[in-house]
């Protein structure tokens, strides 16, 4: 990791569900001004895009997300 900062190196070697909790903890502060701003992660926007252009209808599943 950079600068003791979540990177996707660290992503990919997560072993648990404990370690993504804390991992992504570290990670949401500054996700958008770090990682997503220096990768120009643009996925986001372009499934958004997506959506409004198929009618903007209907339940949506964030697979990224976490549900307790």
Same mark, same amino acid.
Request: net charge negative.
């Given at each position: 990791m950079t600068d003791?900062?979540?990177d996707l190196h660290a992503a990919y070697g997560l072993k648990s569900v404990d370690?993504?909790?804390r991992l992504y903890a570290?990670? *949401?502060g500054d996700y958008d001004t770090s990682f997503a701003t220096r990768?120009?992660?643009?996925l986001?926007?372009?499934t958004a895009r997506a959506f409004v252009g198929a009618g903007g209808q209907g339940? /949506?599943?964030d /697979?990224? *997300?976490?549900?307790?």
């Open positions: 003791d900062k979540p370690d993504s909790r570290d990670w *949401a990768e120009d992660y643009q986001h926007t372009h339940p /949506v599943l /697979v990224g *997300a976490e549900c307790d």
